[in-house]
């Protein structure tokens, strides 16, 4: 076995475990920024590598979980798939374990009434549509998930070996790099670039019960699996047996079917595609292409701005950049005009997945509003630390107070902490 097919089996096989310590880890790096010289960076490196690791966790277990669990549970099981499980039990290094491993035994049956898993969100479907379709967009989204995972700790440790000048440089080249990765997947898509292009965690795995993590099961479709065991009952003259466990005596089907109904087989849903409609007509484009490189603009007008003024006191630091109005307002133009021309979707007929998607974007419009320029420093800034003050003298609140203190250095001095 090699060493990441035992990594694998290892992760699969202490899921609990291993979520445990992630979570716990996370939460932990909430409380580090303030409490010790470099505790920033020691922070936000600890949370990039949390995320980067259980991103890869992530990818593993869909490979091993079939998607025949968000399905309604088949109403008969294998027979002759049961007495063989039942009577034959090889020994440790037997020959008979070999050919059990070496074929490719389905998913277990497991006595269930609901399906085990949750139905796929829309973004998940999106998602993983255009992951499997295209290898560029997943190369892609894969790329910008990573890179903002670990684009503040880059930050952090270029301004710590090469001052605010160097910091510039290397947001520069982060921020090019976005943008085209971006870029490019509006040009295979044509279709508006959710700020979270590739599919996110939506189940607790540790809930799962450890016996359907098989290595091969998601390449088995339900249908073909019941084709299989129906035939090979019949070939045995053996009567198929109940998997599901029957349901009350005189209990209202509702009870049971309703639930279900959002556990839909794929083909009985709306295609992906239909998710997020294409853009039509250049002024929707040019709304996604604002969107798409408007770190990039921003960076390139507050290093314009830092060399106009370079007799100024630290004339490249973020502090004294973010009270120049000319790059603040000038972006606040851009993403309003990128407001104004992006789709309106109908509330009728407008997918949850585009209003969700146009409601981040409005969030991060506000962000920019008031965590960022002179609007931080003469308003949002000052009303945050009164508060923060505020609860500081509040003897359980205080914490709070305290972990509010700890991260406004943090919005001061770098570009990703917005």
Not at 12 to 34: A, Y
Not at 81 to 103: I, K, L, V, W
């Amino acid at each position: 076995m090699s060493p990441l097919s035992a990594y694998h089996q290892l992760l699969l096989s202490n899921l609990s475990t291993v979520q445990t310590i992630e979570s716990g880890l996370s939460n932990v790096t909430w409380l580090l920024p303030g409490r010790f010289e470099d505790a920033e960076l020691a922070s936000e490196g600890l949370y990039a590598l949390l995320n980067v690791v259980s991103g890869y966790h992530d990818s593993i277990l869909h490979a091993h979980l079939p998607n025949s669990l968000s399905l309604p549970p088949h109403p008969f099981a294998s027979t002759s798939t049961r007495h063989a499980s039942d009577q034959s039990q090889p020994a440790s290094g037997s020959a008979g374990e070999s050919s059990t491993q070496a074929s490719s035994p389905p998913p277990p049956n497991i006595n269930r009434t609901y399906p085990l898993l949750p139905p796929a969100s829309d973004h998940a479907r999106y998602t993983r549509y255009w992951t499997n379709r295209s290898l560029a967009y997943g190369r892609a989204s894969r790329a910008l998930t990573t890179i903002g995972y670990l684009e503040l700790v880059i930050e952090m440790l270029a301004k710590r070996k090469g001052g605010d000048r160097a910091r510039w440089r290397v947001v520069l080249v982060i921020e090019s790099i976005k943008t085209f990765l971006r870029l490019l997947i509006l040009r295979i898509t044509k279709r508006p670039v959710l700020f979270n292009p590739s599919p996110q965690r939506e189940v607790d795995p540790s809930t799962l019960p450890p016996e359907i993590l098989n290595s091969n099961s998601n390449s088995l479709s339900s249908s073909s699996l019941i084709n299989n065991t129906s035939l090979v009952d019949q070939q045995e003259g053996l009567k198929p047996q109940p998997l599901s466990p029957s349901i009350a005596p005189h209990a209202p089907l509702r009870s049971h079917l309703y639930p279900m109904l959002s556990n839909m087989p794929e083909s009985h849903l709306v295609h992906p595609l239909n998710l997020v409609q294409k853009l039509k007509g250049k002024k929707e484009y040019v709304s996604e292409i604002i969107w798409s490189s408007v770190g990039l603009i921003h960076v390139l007008l507050l290093m314009k701005a830092g060399r106009k003024s370079p007799d100024t006191y630290k004339p490249l630091s973020l502090a004294t950049l973010s009270r120049s109005y000319a790059p603040y307002l000038l972006i606040l133009r851009l993403l309003l005009l990128a407001r104004y021309l992006r789709p309106k979707p109908s509330s009728s007929v407008a997918s949850p997945l585009i209003l969700a998607h146009q409601a981040t974007q409005d969030k991060k419009l506000l962000a920019r509003a008031f965590l960022t320029g002179p609007m931080w420093l003469g308003f949002t800034r000052p009303k945050v630390q009164g508060i923060a003050s505020g609860l500081a003298r509040v003897p359980v609140m205080g914490l709070v107070g305290e972990l509010v203190q700890g991260y406004l250095p943090l919005v001061d001095d770098y570009f990703y902490c917005e």
